[in-house]
């Protein structure tokens, strides 16, 4: 039965794919726009440093990895921060368990997409701070929420090591990985004509888009459900990056749904104060 919906949910995605072809092609040009202008500079570079970073044993600097993980992520953004935990944990350096558990608070929008983006939609500095605060704030929540339950292993030093070239690699395959995902979700939500709440869930720079110069109600919350739960196109970005050293995806999901949750609560009182 499941099987069968599968396939009908491909042949009728397939119909629609040639019945708006043309609007596939737009779909795909903005979402290499997207990626080209918003995403594959600040994305490429970060994945490079915290690349090199993690073959000079920074994380070592650290009493807790999972400090220097949150740090590097709120200064990369995502994916990057399932990239550098991928890392870790391939080079031994970090446990599975500390891993996975790491996944729930380390989730954070690129700082300067969000601090653009936020500006653009709301035209005011104290609202964007504001929102910014509490995107960080949640995942701090979070970690204090979590923090008894890592490990916290002692760190061994390393050999340095540095290849430019398989950083640069590393970091071209992520980035062509996100290009697909974000024209995937916008493609999909383009042609099935969702609408603007289903479409930020799917992809969260479409759905952040489409707020912009709109006068609605709860305009704070919902940005905040965009930017808080990260759309399901960072979602696969990051499941694709785990799959690579089998780190359990549902951690990131948790993770998300109690950073949203928080999120929407800190919205609401920061509102009525």
């Known amino acids: 039965m499941k099987r069968n919906f599968i396939y009908l949910t491909i042949f009728i995605l397939i119909i629609l794919i040639f019945q708006n072809y043309s609007l596939v092609?737009?779909?795909t040009i903005n979402a290499v726009n997207i990626?080209?202008?918003?995403?594959f500079p600040y994305l490429f570079i970060m994945i490079i440093i915290n690349d090199t970073l993690v073959n000079f044993d920074l994380e070592s600097k650290f009493k807790n990895t999972s400090i220097y993980i949150f740090i590097m992520s709120l200064l990369s953004g995502s994916p990057t921060s399932a990239v550098i935990i991928n890392n870790l944990?391939?080079?031994n350096i970090l446990s599975k368990n500390d891993a996975n558990l790491t996944l729930l608070f380390t989730y954070f929008a690129n700082p300067l997409f969000l601090y653009t983006m936020l500006n653009s939609i709301f035209n005011d500095?104290?609202?964007?701070?504001k929102l910014i605060a509490i995107h960080y704030l949640s995942n701090i929540i979070i970690y204090f929420l979590f923090k008894k339950k890592l490990e916290q292993s002692n760190i061994t030093q390393n050999k340095?090591?540095?290849?430019?070239?398989?950083?640069?690699?590393?970091?071209?395959?992520?980035?062509?990985?996100?290009?697909?995902a974000i024209t995937f979700?916008?493609?999909?939500?383009?042609?099935?004509?969702?609408?603007l709440f289903v479409r930020g869930l799917l992809e969260m720079t479409q759905g952040l888009n489409q707020l912009i110069g709109l006068d609605i109600s709860f305009k704070e919350i919902i940005t905040m459900i965009f930017i808080s739960f990260g759309?399901?196109?960072?979602?696969?970005?990051v499941k694709c990056i785990l799959n690579e050293s089998?780190?359990?995806y549902k951690y990131f999901l948790k993770g998300r749904i109690y950073q949203t949750i928080i999120s929407i609560i800190l919205t609401i009182v920061t509102q009525t104060c």
């Open 25 to 27: 092609l737009s779909s």
């Open 35 to 39: 990626w080209l202008y918003k995403v």
């Open 89 to 91: 944990y391939q080079k």
């Open 125 to 129: 500095k104290a609202i964007t701070i």
């Open 160 to 180: 340095i090591t540095f290849d430019i070239s398989d950083s640069i690699k590393k970091a071209m395959n992520t980035t062509t990985m996100v290009l697909g």
């Open 185 to 195: 979700y916008l493609v999909i939500s383009n042609i099935l004509s969702l609408n």
């Open 231 to 237: 759309g399901l196109s960072i979602h696969t970005q």
């Open 246 to 248: 089998n780190l359990e």
